[in-house]
Structures are given as C-alpha cells and as structure tokens.
C-alpha cells in the first residue's frame, strides 16, 4: 500500500485536472446523443487518467535518463530561480530508475486495460484513439523524436489534452462524433497547453540550460514570450465568442465560461510580474481555486513557481466546470418544461 502511495504521488496527481476535467466534460456533452452509454464513458474516463500519471512518470523517466535533475540545484546557488522539486525521489535516492520505469509500464498497462474495455463495447476505432495517444505520449520526452526538446511540447500537449482526448471520451461513451465537442475540445486543448507554457516561462532558465528547447526557450524573448501567452491564454474566448454568434447561437452552455476570463486577466498579470523579475510575494486566495499544500511549497521554496502554475491549472479547471454546470441547468430546465 505504501509503494502505490509512493508512486501516485511520484505522478504529479495534482495535475490530474488538465486530463479528468476535460474527460469528464466531454462525458457530459455526450450524454445528449444517441447511442450513449455511461459504462463505456467511464472507462475511457479512468483510462486517460491513468495514462497520463504514466506519461508523467515516462516524462520523469526520459527526462532523467538525458540529464540528471540535480542540475537545478545547482541554478539556484548560482543565483537562478529555479524550482527543484523534479525527479526529488530519484535524486533522494527513494527509488531506482529501473524501479520508475517499472511503475511507468503498470500506470500505463491500467490505462491500456481500461482500453480494452471500451474497445469491446466500441469496436476497432478506440484502437486507434489509443495508439495516437501512446505514440504521442512517448515521444514528448522520448527517443527517438524527444519532442518537447524540439519546441513542440505545448502543440503535442494541446492536441493531446484537447481535441484527442475529449473526442476519445465522446466516441467512447456515445460511438459517434459532433461538431460540438470537436468545437468545444479546441479552447480546452487551449488552456490546457496554456499550463505547460506558463510552466516552461516559469522553467526558462532550468531548460535553457538542460537543452530542453520548449516554446518559451525557442522564443527566447520575453516580449515574444508574454505575446504568445497573450494568444493561447486569451484565445479560447475568442472562439468562444466568434462560436457563439456564428454557429451556436443556442448553446448557452458556452456563455458561462466567460466568468472565468479574470482568472486568465490575473495570470497573465502574474506571468508579467516575472518575466520582469519581480519578487513579489502573493497568496491563494478563494477565489483562485484549491491551492492545497500551499504551507509545504512555501517551505520548499517553490510557492512563486505554484501559485502560477495551479492559477493556470484551476483555470482551465473552471472553464470546463463552467461548462458542465450550464449543461446541467440547461438539463433541468429541459427537463422541466418536458
């Protein structure tokens, strides 16, 4: 029992809502369609989560295997803001590498099982969905493409996050597809690359350094950085609204997620602040979303790191709950003139 509560939280769990919250959205949405079945959509639900604590732990893995992390030490007694909390448990000695690489195969063996599954009920189409995904998953930090190392990191996480998995889910749970959740999984695909770019301004220096050549480091300008973050914070919105007026005029399950625009206002205020090399100091406030654990960050050192990095995570959080909630009061209210 210890060794699965070692390993889940070598994961990253706190990062499992830029795949659960987008998986579940996309299980909603297709409860309207024909053909829908929850087991099935379920499935595909754990399923993506459990893969990706294993894509975490593959990235942990590759990325250890090209350069030991304990270079991030080092960045901060030369005087760099660097977080060093990355493969902690490796270079603590708490575990081997060939122990990770293991409990890598299990976490994605799960996710393979749950596969399984929701291809018995949906026929030879999720086989595909899942080998795309595995395809990409591997080849974010893996040889031979090490795509995260060549600038493509936030595009494969996008694609990955956004309209991959959400149209995965939808297939899963209904056996068809709709312009909606094609629609709807861009601006998601969207915020969800928005935490991995924010996490790799954050990380600019650490990468810089390590070779790893992410958006912000191909950039490798501050004022680029900030306008690229400007484009894919700030875009979903724009989709949103542009949908709204020309194709879903109806779909009022989309109008919610503007309440979650100063959020973004405030993270990219945030992002700012940084990149200008302020030491401003802030706290989690309610309304930023669950911040948990925040007194341990402090300690470690790494609460600047953090409170940008879970801003960015709860944003995208509340955008897909945002739509989820509208879906279910459009459904009460359906139901009730029914």
């Known amino acids: 029992m210890n060794n699965i509560k070692f390993w889940f939280k070598a994961a990253r769990p706190q990062a499992l809502p830029q795949s659960m919250m987008p998986a579940v959205l996309a299980l909603c949405l297709a409860s309207e369609f024909e053909g829908f079945s929850l087991l099935p959509g379920l499935f595909a639900v754990f399923g993506v989560m459990m893969g990706h604590l294993g894509s975490n732990l593959l990235d942990d893995y590759f990325d250890y295997r090209k350069k030991c992390q304990n270079y991030r030490e080092q960045m901060v007694h030369e005087g760099f803001r660097a977080r060093i909390s990355k493969c902690a448990y490796l270079n603590k000695g708490e575990a081997t590498v060939r122990q990770l690489?293991?409990?890598?195969?299990?976490?994605?063996?799960?996710?393979?099982?749950?596969?399984?599954?929701?291809?018995?009920?949906?026929?030879?189409?999720?086989?595909?969905?899942?080998?795309?995904?595995?395809?990409?998953?591997?080849?974010?930090?893996?040889?031979?493409?090490?795509?995260?190392?060549?600038?493509?990191?936030?595009?494969?996480?996008?694609?990955?996050?956004?309209?991959?998995?959400?149209?995965?889910?939808?297939?899963?749970?209904?056996?068809?597809?709709?312009?909606?959740?094609i629609f709807v999984s861009i601006p998601v695909g969207l915020l969800v690359c928005n935490i991995v770019y924010v996490h790799s301004?954050?990380?600019?220096?650490?990468?810089?350094?390590?070779?790893?050549?992410?958006?912000?480091?191909?950039?490798?300008?501050?004022?680029?950085?900030?306008?690229?973050?400007?484009?894919?914070?700030?875009?979903?919105?724009?989709?949103?609204?542009?949908?709204?007026?020309?194709?879903?005029?109806?779909?009022?399950?989309?109008?919610?997620?503007?309440?979650?625009?100063?959020?973004?206002?405030v993270l990219f205020r945030m992002m700012i602040e940084f990149t200008g090399n302020s030491q401003k100091k802030y706290e989690p406030e309610r309304w930023m979303g669950p911040m948990p654990q925040w007194a341990k960050y402090r300690e470690a050192g790494i609460d600047w790191f953090m409170i940008r990095w879970l801003l960015a995570r709860n944003l995208l959080s509340l955008f897909c709950l945002s739509?989820?909630?509208?879906?279910i009061i459009s459904m009460i209210f359906n139901h009730g003139i029914s």
Do not use: Q
């Open 323 to 327: 739509i989820i909630i509208s879906w």
């Open 101 to 181: 690489l293991v409990a890598c195969i299990i976490f994605c063996a799960i996710s393979l099982s749950f596969g399984a599954i929701v291809w018995y009920y949906r026929g030879i189409n999720i086989i595909y969905f899942a080998m795309i995904a595995s395809f990409l998953g591997i080849s974010y930090s893996g040889a031979p493409l090490r795509l995260s190392y060549h600038g493509f990191g936030e595009v494969i996480i996008a694609l990955m996050f956004g309209p991959l998995l959400m149209t995965g889910v939808f297939y899963s749970a209904c056996g068809s597809l709709s312009p909606l959740i």
């Open 201 to 265: 301004i954050l990380d600019f220096e650490p990468d810089r350094k390590v070779g790893k050549m992410t958006l912000a480091v191909l950039l490798n300008n501050k004022k680029y950085m900030l306008t690229a973050l400007a484009v894919i914070l700030f875009a979903p919105y724009l989709i949103v609204a542009l949908s709204l007026i020309l194709y879903f005029k109806e779909s009022l399950c989309l109008i919610l997620t503007f309440s979650t625009l100063p959020l973004a206002i």
